[in-house]
Nanobody, 120 residues
């Protein structure tokens, strides 16, 4: 199983980035997908989640109204559209695949992360 994030980079405050996480080796539609971030010296926090059925989304209060999570099961990809970025959004961003009750195994999987830096 592999999760590969991409789309990070350096952006000015107020800018936008779109992160992607491509999964392989698992039945993607049987996994809830989550985006986390971790800034230096801080704990890892979940910023957004979308269930395997894709019928709702969840966001941390700090990103509500600015970030949008979506998934494309055919492409085995989860996205995080990040708008109105702030310096405090600077962090390493990780995706996580969390199995639903119909998944073949109970393990969850993490990607290696992609760095987002918001600075002028």
């Amino acid at each position: 199983v592999h999760l590969v994030e991409s789309g990070g980079g350096l952006v000015q405050p107020g800018g936008s980035l779109r992160l992607s996480c491509v999964a392989s080796g698992l039945t993607f539609e049987r996994y809830h997908m989550r985006w986390y971030r971790q800034a230096p010296g801080k704990e890892r926090e979940q910023v957004a989640a979308i269930p395997s059925g894709g019928h709702y989304t969840e966001y941390a209060d700090s990103v509500k109204g600015r970030f949008t999570i979506s998934r494309d099961n055919a492409e085995k990809t989860v996205y995080l559209q990040m708008n109105s970025l702030k310096p405090e959004d600077t962090a390493m961003y990780f995706c996580r695949a969390d199995p639903d009750v119909f998944a073949a195994d109970a393990a969850d999987y993490w990607g290696q992360g992609t760095q987002v830096t918001v600075s002028s």
